[in-house]
């Protein structure tokens, strides 16, 4: 299942999602559903960047200027990994 | 006993209709059928054929049901066997039949101590981790039975139960400081240990450890605020070797060589 996100709006943490930082890593429980999903580095940089209450269009920015080498595509994978956060129930518009 | 639930007895099927503040909790193996339980005021009912034998559903009783209280009472509780050496002790994390207690009364044939063979209740004191005996004794599997028989005696039910003989630990302590975790992985041809990343072996420890109930959110927030807590602060490495009882004591030699240990320190 996908979702659309919407560049331009803010999504935060949902009360299902609680998250464990392990070093550079986050480890998110799915308390509904009792699953696990463990994010990477970068990942990680994304979580913390909606935590922080930016928007889908700033982090992107944010995540190209943060690592020194960022595939072109970048944007997409983000969106992406967004959506699925969002499908999963683990972020919601806010 | 880590954990004061009440027993009120057995129930039949007819009676496991719902009730308001009872949880129905269906067991898959074993001579229980399920357990009703009251978590507020710690009671439970146990639901079982009436030609079950008595000392089978209090062995049961004791080492299944018993970890998913202490862990339903907000405590980790992982599904562990646990060795202690004069450097600390290591647990060994790994699904039934992995051999986590074949390997750990092995350690203790030569010169460790055991602590908990099935579970572990795994504590913080501010500067330390500690594991704590959660069995009543050791389970084995027929193979490893023969191989070891003439160091323990058996505890009653004194036939298999679950295809495994119950044994007295001669030397067991109540608890010991943690210093390591192995997870048991998949039997390989040679022996090699691997440390893996906190966020893995807080998977593994979520993976291995007892709950009560899984839609218990609290619980399962307690049970991964505490295992994101020990993944950070000890070391966890894969253990792959084969299952063959003459390659045992290189086993221990890998796993002493790893954790930078003498020989001696058993």
């Not at chain 1, 560049?7 to 429980?29: K, N």
Request: aromatic share 8%; net charge negative; charged share 20%.
């Amino acid at each position: 299942m996908t979702c659309t996100i919407n560049p331009d709006i803010r999504y935060s943490c949902s009360a299902d999602a609680m998250i464990s930082r392990l070093g550079d890593e986050i480890v998110i429980l799915d308390l509904k559903k009792n699953v696990y999903f463990v994010l990477d580095e970068v990942g990680t940089v994304v979580w913390d960047q909606l935590q922080d209450g930016q928007t889908p269009t700033a982090i992107c920015t944010h995540v190209e200027g943060s690592f020194s080498q960022v595939p072109d595509n970048v944007s997409a994978d983000i969106y992406a990994f967004l959506s699925q956060l969002l499908a999963n129930n683990l972020i919601k518009p806010t | 006993m880590r954990s004061s639930w009440d027993y009120c007895g057995t129930i039949s099927h007819d009676q496991l209709g719902p009730k308001p503040g009872w949880r129905l909790i269906r067991t898959e193996t074993g001579p229980i059928d399920a357990l009703l339980v009251e978590s507020s005021s710690r009671r439970f009912y146990v639901c079982c054929p009436d030609e079950a034998p008595k000392d089978e559903v209090a062995h049961y009783l004791g080492t299944i049901v018993l970890p998913k209280f202490v862990a339903c009472d907000g405590n980790l509780v992982l599904h562990a066997s646990m060795v202690a050496t004069s450097k600390g002790a290591i647990g060994f994390l790994g699904a039934s039949g992995q051999g986590k207690s074949t390997l750990s009364a092995s350690l203790e044939r030569h010169g460790s101590w055991l602590v908990s063979d099935d579970a572990i209740q795994v504590q913080f004191d501010g500067q330390e981790w500690h594991g704590l005996n959660l069995s009543t004794g050791l389970r084995l599997r027929p193979d490893s039975f023969e191989q070891l028989r003439t160091k323990f005696h058996e505890l009653p039910p004194s036939r298999q139960f679950l295809g495994k003989h119950h044994v007295a630990i001669a030397s067991a302590r109540e608890s010991a400081r943690l210093v390591a975790l192995f997870q048991l992985a998949e039997p390989a041809k040679d022996i090699s240990i691997e440390a893996i990343s906190s966020k893995d072996a807080c998977i593994a420890i979520l993976s291995n450890s007892f709950c009560l109930d899984p839609d218990d959110r609290d619980e399962t927030a307690q049970r991964f605020t505490m295992a994101g807590k020990l993944a950070q602060s000890l070391p966890m490495f894969d253990l792959h070797y084969p299952r063959d009882f003459e390659r045992l004591p290189e086993v221990h030699d890998a796993i002493f060589k790893i954790m930078g240990w003498k020989p001696s320190a058993a």
